[in-house]
């Protein structure tokens, strides 16, 4: 089969094996798929994975043990939990610590023709709700992680930093919740999707207020973290969304000194998001940058990593 795959190199190869599946798994006829900036950054060493990449997709189920799913479109959660481990047993599967992760962590991702998840992973797409719009089930689902983990409180002020695809979902979400959001960024392109979703916007340059309720770090860099210490109130909230090669540099002093709470946020709850894109609370078109075809793949990570883009999908 064709598959995107990340070496040391970073290779479009037609003749990959199709993966084979276990019981209990799903063979995935992929049809659309999604670049993230997580795979940007495996292609710079995050994670050390070397294999097929991509954990964003629909497909359609070939091969199952349950006859429910055969034939029927779905996406997939990207964490693959042992269910045995204490972790598991709790309810924190993503937690699990002998986890793969799909096109991440020790499992051949959905950059390719087929891939394989467990049927436990796998959601039905509604009818009528289009691939390109249920591909962003996955990060949406992310987006939808922040409420799931820090009480929102109707009117509270909250800034997403980062306008890229995650701050636009996260400023999307946090609205939905009830949250006075403003979304800062660099982009005038960006920033004005989100104004005409009447979202709150500034420029990273301009002068900001401080005292936020909540800061959302989704700049995908290190220096995010340290603005978002700058903003947010004593006793506030932190969530850190970016994930980067680099290493952190920074002074925790004011995170002792302001007793500020620092939450991780990586996956969330597909349920939600799904339900999100059927009624169109959630908006994601405006941010489809371009569709490639899969023999293409390449040019579509290249384009991926261009500042001014946004979502980049591969249509196999």
């Known amino acids: 089969m064709r598959a995107l ?5 970073l ?16 063979l995935i006829r992929v049809l659309v ?7 940007l950054e495996i292609v710079r060493g995050y994670m050390g994975y070397s294999g097929v990449l991509g954990h964003e997709f629909v497909g359609i189920v070939e091969e199952s043990d349950d006859s429910a799913l055969i034939g029927k479109r779905v ?6 939990a042992c269910g045995e481990c204490a972790y598991c047993i709790s309810g924190m599967r993503t937690h699990c610590p002998s986890r793969a992760v799909l096109g991440i962590l020790d499992h051949q991702g959905a950059l390719a023709d087929k891939c394989v998840l467990p049927d436990a992973n796998l959601h039905i797409v509604p009818d009528g709700l289009p691939d390109e719009t249920a591909v962003f089930c996955e990060p949406l689902a992310a987006a939808f992680e922040i409420p799931a983990q820090v009480k929102i409180d109707s009117g509270s002020k909250a800034v997403v930093l980062g ?42 340059r301009e002068l900001l207020d401080g005292g936020c309720d909540m800061v ?16 947010v109130r004593p006793r ?29 946020s990586r996956c969330g709850p597909f349920e939600p998001a799904l339900e999100a894109l059927s009624k ?8 489809i940058s371009a569709v490639f075809p899969f023999d293409r793949a390449l040019e579509a990570v290249e384009a991926a990593s261009q500042p001014e883009t946004l979502k980049v999908l591969v249509r196999m």
């Not at 795959?5 to 190199?9: A, E, L, N, Q, T």
């Not at 290779?11 to 799903?26: A, D, F």
């Not at 695809?165 to 999707?193: H, N, T």
């Open 5 to 9: 795959i990340y070496d040391g190199s």
């Open 11 to 26: 290779r479009l190869i037609g003749n990959h094996p199709e993966p084979s599946r276990r019981k209990g798994e799903s």
């Open 33 to 39: 798929a999604g670049i993230c900036n997580t795979d």
């Open 75 to 80: 996406v997939g959660e990207i964490n693959l």
């Open 163 to 204: 306008d890229g695809k995650l701050g636009l979902l996260v400023s999307q979400v946090l609205r939905l919740s009830g949250a006075d959001v403003l979304l800062v960024g660099m982009s005038p392109e960006k920033l004005s999707i989100a104004q005409g979703w009447s979202i709150k916007t500034k420029f990273s």
């Open 216 to 231: 959302v770090d989704c700049t995908g860099s290190t220096e995010g973290l340290e603005k978002a210490l700058m903003l």
């Open 236 to 264: 506030g909230t932190i969530v850190v969304k970016t994930t980067v090669a680099d290493r952190f540099s920074i002074n925790l002093a004011p995170v002792v000194i302001n007793e500020i709470t620092i939450v991780g």
């Open 280 to 287: 169109g609370s959630i908006q994601v078109q405006e941010m």
